[in-house]
C-alpha cells in the first residue's frame, strides 16, 4: 500500500472534506493502486503555499485510459474513508501499547500540521517584494496552528496516562 501526497485547491478540498467529493482525475503519472492512500493537502495556488490542512481517503476503484471515456494519461480515482489495517483486532479491542502508539501518531502528525500551518501564517504575516501583508490570511492559518497544537499536547497527554495507566 502506497501513499500518494496530492495538492489539492481550496474548492475541491473543501467539497473532499464535506463528502460531496469522492474522486479525483489526475495525470497518470504514479503508479496508483486500489487500497493506496491518498493524502490529500489544501494548497493555495495564488500564493504557492499549503493551509496545513490535509485529508486522507483510500483508493477504492480507478478508470484508466483503457477504459471508455477516459482521456488518454488521466486515471480517474474513486475513494472512500480509510479502512482498518489488516492488523487490526477483529473484536476492535486495542491493548494500552496500541492505543498509546495510536496517540502518540495523532500527536506527531497534529504537530507536523501545526508547524507547517504556523510557517504558511508567519509567511502571510511578512508583506515580500510585490506583496502586502495579509493579516486575514496570517489570522485565519495562525488559528489552525494552534487548533493542531492543542490536539497535539491533547494526544501526548493521552499516551502518556494510557501507558502509565
Not at 469522492?22 to 496508483?32: A, L
Not at 473484536?91 to 496517540?103: C, N, P, S
Request: glycine fraction near 8%; avoid cysteine.
Amino acid at each position: 500500500m502506497t501513499r500518494h501526497e496530492l495538492k489539492t485547491w481550496p474548492k475541491y478540498f473543501a467539497a473532499v472534506r464535506s463528502g460531496h467529493k469522492r474522486f479525483e482525475i489526475r495525470r497518470n503519472d504514479r503508479d496508483f493502486s486500489v487500497g493506496d492512500i491518498l493524502v490529500l493537502r489544501e494548497f493555495h495556488p495564488e500564493d504557492d503555499a499549503y493551509t496545513g490542512q490535509v485529508e486522507e481517503r483510500q483508493i477504492t476503484f480507478l478508470l484508466s485510459e483503457e477504459d471508455y471515456g477516459v482521456i488518454h494519461g488521466f486515471v480517474v480515482i474513486g475513494f472512500g474513508e480509510l479502512l482498518p489495517h489488516p492488523d487490526a483486532p477483529v473484536d476492535g479491542v486495542l491493548t494500552a501499547d496500541q492505543l498509546a502508539a495510536w496517540h502518540e501518531t495523532q500527536a506527531s502528525n497534529a504537530a507536523l500540521r501545526a508547524a507547517d500551518a504556523r510557517k504558511v501564517s508567519q509567511s502571510y504575516a511578512a508583506p515580500t517584494t510585490g506583496r502586502a501583508a495579509m493579516s486575514v490570511a496570517a489570522d485565519r492559518h495562525a488559528g489552525v496552528a494552534a487548533a493542531a497544537e492543542a490536539e497535539a499536547g491533547f494526544h501526548a497527554a493521552a499516551a502518556k496516562i494510557v501507558r502509565k495507566g
